[in-house]
Nanobody
Framework: QVQLVESGGGLVQAGDSLRLSCAASGRTVSSYNMAWFRQAPGKEREFVSAVNWNGNTNYADSVKGRFTISRDNAKNTVYLQMNSLKPEDTAVYYC???????????????WGQGTQVTVSS
């Protein structure tokens, strides 16, 4: 079993930056594919970004050029650096992990509880 705990969310103004962290425990996730999703009120959860076990990354078009995903295998942690935040980025952000899947669907095996990001205009 893999436990994931997100942190780093908060209330910021448009144009600000935040860095989310996802700390994994239970197993070493260096061989896992990791991802970030988000869910805004009244909307379905959507893919934000992913990084596979080999360090290859993928981003939703809405965050390309503004968000950066990275992983620190020594710390068993994945990060999401979010720059130039917009009000439409407001959502609960979830971390996900899977040994095999690394796509944009909600097919990851392990999920965190989420961290709230609110961007005011």
């Amino acid at each position: 079993q893999v436990q994931l705990v997100e942190s780093g969310g908060g209330l910021v103004q448009a144009g600000d930056s935040l860095r989310l962290s996802c700390a994994a425990s239970g197993r070493t996730v260096s061989s896992y594919n990791m991802a970030w999703f988000r869910q805004a009120p009244g909307k379905e959860r959507e893919f934000v970004s992913a990084v596979n076990w080999n360090g290859n990354t993928n981003y939703a078009d809405s965050v390309k050029g503004r968000f950066t995903i990275s992983r620190d295998n020594a710390k068993n942690t994945v990060y999401l650096q979010m720059n130039s935040l917009k009000p439409e980025d407001t959502a609960v952000y979830y971390c996900a992990a899977d040994r095999h899947y690394v796509g944009t669907r909600n097919d990851y095996d392990y999920w965190g509880q989420g961290t709230q990001v609110t961007v005011s205009s």
